[in-house]
């Protein structure tokens, strides 16, 4: 999601914690 990440870069970061934190160990 190219526009995403130019409109909201930190709210694309979130999300790939969010999703590096969601996996487990």
């Known amino acids: 999601s190219l526009p ?3 409109l909201h870069p ?6 790939c914690k969010e999703k590096h934190y969601s996996q487990p160990l």
């Open 4 to 6: 995403d990440l130019v």
């Open 10 to 15: 930190e709210q694309e970061t979130i999300k």
